[in-house]
């Protein structure tokens, strides 16, 4: 028997803050928690969920946050036993940076997962926030890309959604719960972490310095915004039964055609190196 909560991990990050604040605007009654990991700034975060508290105030829904860690069996007991539905965004992200510090990666993805999942009595539906970056290498040919193609990820941190991914599916067979995997592609809007590139660009254009690109620009990625991203993460956790979900726009975006657009939108000479 579940109960009228909703639990929303991560809920002072990028994503997890926009989730959080979409629910209680459907009225529903969420319960955060954040432990504002040092990969990026705590007043970021702070701000991310003074903005959550503000659209709580003025919404039908209520928000209260948990500062903990999932890793941490003692916070997690501040958070309801029985939550009609988990949307579990915390996490290190960052490709790069998992490959200097993999061990960090292992312990707040996985360990983290696996303790959130042996918490709860019973769960209504849980909502696994996994990342494109699954599946490694994309070559043009295979695109659209489908749920079903292989996942071969190149760094520990999509390792560890991948490993993520498979926990949640084993956990689901033990526990007997419903599960909506979704696939972020690159995801950008505001609150966006300073390490996306769209932060970067941005912040150097703003200071007048040239946009670095590396290579000839002609790099592309699935940009989808994190207003697209909400919504599908909020679909997904309504679908019945078990499922994974690719949430993108369909769309490939070169950093050539994304530095013209910054050029276009904040009528800017941009120079580039």
């Not at 702070?46 to 209260?64: C, D, M, Y």
């Not at 996490?91 to 200097?100: D, K, M, Q």
């Not at 084993?170 to 505001?190: A, E, H, K």
């Amino acid at each position: 028997m579940t109960d009228s909560e909703i639990v929303v991990t991560g809920a002072a990050g990028f994503i997890g803050s926009h989730i959080a604040e979409e629910l209680v605007k459907k009225g529903e009654t969420v319960v955060g928690i954040d432990n504002f990991h040092s990969y990026y700034s705590e007043e970021i975060k702070r701000s991310n969920l003074e903005q959550v508290k503000k659209t709580a105030e003025e919404s039908p829904g209520k928000f209260r946050l948990v500062e903990g860690s999932i890793v941490s069996k003692q916070d997690l007991k501040e958070l309801p036993k029985n939550p009609k539905k988990v949307f579990h965004n915390a996490a290190v992200a960052g490709v790069r940076n998992s490959i200097e510090n993999p061990s960090e990666y292992a312990k707040q993805n996985l360990l983290g997962l696996s303790r959130l999942l042996e918490y709860f009595s019973s769960i209504g539906k849980f909502v696994f926030a996994s990342s494109s970056s699954v599946y490694g290498m994309v070559y043009e040919e295979e695109l659209p890309v489908k749920e079903n193609r292989g996942l071969e990820p190149i760094a520990p941190y999509p390792q560890s959604k991948k490993h993520g991914e498979e926990t949640v599916r084993l956990y689901s067979n033990l526990y007997d719960f419903d599960y909506s995997i979704v696939r972020y592609f690159t995801v950008y809007g505001p609150r966006q972490r300073p390490d996306e590139a769209f932060t970067k660009f941005i912040q150097m254009i703003l200071n007048d310095e040239p946009v670095t690109i590396y290579g000839d620009g002609e790099q592309s990625r699935d940009f989808t915004h994190v207003k697209d991203i909400v919504q599908g993460a909020v679909k997904a956790s309504n679908a019945e039964g078990s499922d994974t979900y690719n949430i993108g726009s369909q769309r490939r975006i070169t950093v050539n055609e994304m530095v013209e657009t910054l050029d276009e939108v904040m009528d800017e000479e941009v120079e580039t190196t």
